[in-house]
Structure formats: C-alpha cells, structure tokens
C-alpha cells in the first residue's frame, strides 16, 4: 500500500505561481509512474499530468501544457507539479496518485489506485 500527502496547495491570484509536493511512503518510488489529477466543485476529476518512474516521459493535457511542469526527486520520494500563470479555472484541490493498472489510459482516473487528500488551490481574478 502506497501512501501519498499532497501539500503547497494555497490562495493565490491569477497569473502567481504555486509548487505542489506529493511525498510518498513507497521506498521504491522510483517504480511508481505518476499522476496529478483536479477536481473543481460539480466536475469531474481531470488529468492535469503524467510521469514516469525515470522521469523520461511526462505528459500534459492542453489545458495546462505550457504553464504546469511536472518533475520528482526519487531521492526524496517527492513529485512536484509546477504551476504558473494561474487561472481562475485552475481552482480545485489538487491530487496525486500512483499508476497500477497499464490497461487502461494514463489519462483515467481509474488507472490509479493510490490517492493522495488533496490539497486546495484557489485562483482569484
């Protein structure tokens, strides 16, 4: 069983910056591929981004692609997801999971087994 805590989430106003953490309890993190999802109130929880194990891949939906960089310190069993130029449409809380099931696509929430609580970011206009 993997743990996962989600932290940096906060209040900010648009076009600021905010880092996300996601610490994991897994000692062979450097296994585990990645994702960061959102949910805003009344939707759906939404891809925001991808990483492998070794870092060599990550991916971003459009929505976020340019602005959102995803990276991780195996060595610290941390990911990070980067954010800049906020928008208000960016307001959510946050999650990290861990990828277990490769028949599905990195992009579904159900190819995640391990969530994090989430951590709320609020963009203001």
């Known amino acids: 069983q993997v743990q996962l805590v989600e932290s940096g989430g906060g209040l900010v106003q648009a076009g600021d910056s905010l880092r996300l953490s996601c610490l994991a309890s897994?000692?062979?993190?450097?296994?585990?591929?990645m994702g960061w999802f959102r949910q805003a109130p009344g939707k759906e929880r939404e891809f925001v981004g991808y990483?492998?194990?070794?870092?060599?891949?990550?991916y971003y939906p459009d929505s976020v692609k340019g602005r959102f960089t995803i990276s991780r310190d195996n060595t610290e069993n941390t990911m990070y997801l980067q954010m800049n130029s906020l928008k208000p449409e960016d307001t959510a809380v946050y999650y990290c999971?861990?990828?277990?099931?490769?028949?599905?696509?990195?992009?579904?929430?159900?190819?995640?087994?391990?969530w994090g609580q989430g951590t709320q970011v609020t963009v203001s206009s």
């Open positions: 990483i492998t194990g070794s870092s060599l891949t990550t």
């Open positions: 999971a861990t990828r277990v099931y490769y028949n599905k696509d990195y992009e579904s929430p159900t190819s995640y087994a391990y």
């Open positions: 897994e000692r062979t993190f450097s296994n585990l591929d």
